[in-house]
């Protein structure tokens, strides 16, 4: 049965990888420290394996339609790989109910940029370098082995709200970015034991389709309306994922 339960969350996160770019963490996270009673920092880690493949099977939807920006990538995950071990090896040091309240925080503060904004503001705020990609990839990187988030909640916003990316560019970009820096982040958390592989396979077996499907429903889509479906879907989990983490920690 929890196998089972494991697979519909793979589903579920892969869908939400594919359409929002975000490595899928967003439900898997959450999911599986809701309905398996995973503790804290085994809800961290085990998500990071499960974004290898949901990522790469997105990115393989989007860069077919040209929707992957492979220079800022290349860039970004060089640098994110080396912060993702670094995010992960402080997981030591804070406790998990912490980590998942940070994460909760800052996908609602990230989910509430993702809003349309007015057509006059399409300049980027910050020119295009190799060094803002590489720390735009470091902070990433750093949260993705930190809150075992995939990076995407940080990516998708920066590349659509700061660099005035198309969303769907920012969403293939953001994979391609995802995919690469979960390596080192699960490495890292597989050395410190905060991975189930059993919950971890069958959140594969899931999360393989429901990532195809995602992608392949997001790139169809109009910009302005996944816009907002991304930035409201964030928004509600965000809200009830940390309002749960934080009845947890104070009835400890």
Do not use: C
Not at 44 to 62: E, F, H, M, N
Not at 84 to 98: C, D, F, S, Y
Not at 128 to 134: C, H
């Amino acid at each position: 049965m929890r196998t089972f339960v494991a697979l519909l969350i793979g589903f579920a996160s892969g869908a939400a990888s594919g359409a929002f770019g975000i490595g899928g963490a967003l439900l898997s996270t959450p999911g599986i420290r809701w309905a398996l009673g995973a503790p804290p920092l085994i809800a961290v880690g085990t998500t990071l394996p499960v974004i290898i493949p949901s990522a790469l099977t997105g990115v393989w939807t989007y860069s077919k339609g040209g929707f992957v920006d492979r220079r800022f990538a290349t860039i970004a995950a060089a640098a994110g790989g080396v912060f993702a071990v670094l995010g992960a090896l402080a997981t030591k040091l804070i406790p998990g109910e912490i980590l998942l309240i940070a994460t909760a925080v800052l996908i609602l503060f990230l989910a509430l940029r993702m809003l349309p904004t007015p057509a006059a503001e399409l300049t980027p705020r910050l020119q295009p370098s190799i060094r803002l990609f590489a720390a735009i990839g470091a902070v990433s990187g750093l949260l993705a082995g930190l809150l075992g988030i995939g990076g995407g909640v940080i990516l998708v916003p920066v590349l659509t709200v700061v660099m005035r990316y198309p969303l769907k560019t920012a969403l293939g970009t953001s994979l391609a970015v995802v995919a690469a820096q979960a390596i080192p982040g699960t490495i890292t958390h597989a050395l410190l034991h905060h991975i189930d592989w059993r919950i971890a396979a069958g959140l594969t077996i899931g999360v393989i389709p429901g990532a195809r499907i995602g992608s392949k429903w997001a790139v169809a889509s109009e910009d302005k309306r996944l816009r907002i479906i991304v930035g409201i879907a964030m928004a509600v989990l965000a809200v009830v994922f940390g309002g749960t983490e934080l009845h947890a920690l104070l009835v400890k």
